[in-house]
């Protein structure tokens, strides 16, 4: 089972791979990591650590479970200064940001590829109080039965998700 844990704070990175590596030990996984939450348009998957070699077209590298943060450490409004909206028709759009962007792309990969079901995206991000975050994750959480979100931080709780996810993957779900 592939496992992608996409987040830029390195200790935030590291704790969430012990926190799963103890959860599942003993269990047969491929952790990956990706520390820029960029996904590039020319690039057939994310940069990724550990790098090896891998097929690009081959659906067994896109990953069964991801640990998506939503905002850099260094991102504008991660202080909490307020997003902008943009507006289209009247309607207030969701303005884009890394994660948002990094889902999407992951959820195109998917049905680009010969990989049958989705990844189950976990939300995992100190930013989830901010509107825009907020309003993406609770509109993926309607329509995406394969995403979900924590309310905390916290690498046990991560590890928990982390173990419903796995087993729901192993069960065919």
């Known amino acids: 089972m592939t496992i992608w844990v996409v987040e830029d704070v390195s200790k935030h990175r590291q704790e969430a791979v012990e926190a799963i590596n103890l959860e599942l ?6 952790i990956f990591t990706n520390s820029d939450i960029d996904w590039p348009a020319g690039q057939t998957l994310p940069r990724l ?36 909206s943009r507006r289209g028709a009247g309607v207030v759009q969701e303005e884009a940001f890394p994660g948002m962007l990094f889902y999407d792309r992951l959820r195109e990969e998917e ?28 509109e993926r959480r309607r329509r995406d039965r394969h995403f979900s979100g924590l309310d905390a931080k916290a690498p046990a709780l991560l590890a928990l998700k982390v173990r419903q996810c796995w087993q729901k993957v192993k069960d065919g779900d």
């Open 25 to 30: 030990q003993g269990e047969d996984i491929s």
């Open 49 to 84: 650590e550990p790098p090896g070699e891998r097929d690009f077209k081959s659906p067994k590298w896109l990953p069964d479970i991801v640990v998506l943060d939503l905002l850099r450490e260094s991102d504008p409004d991660s202080n909490g200064k307020p997003p902008r």
């Open 111 to 138: 049905r680009n590829s010969e990989k049958k079901g989705k990844a189950y995206v976990i939300v995992y991000s100190q930013f989830r109080g901010l509107r825009r975050t907020e309003v993406f994750v609770e």
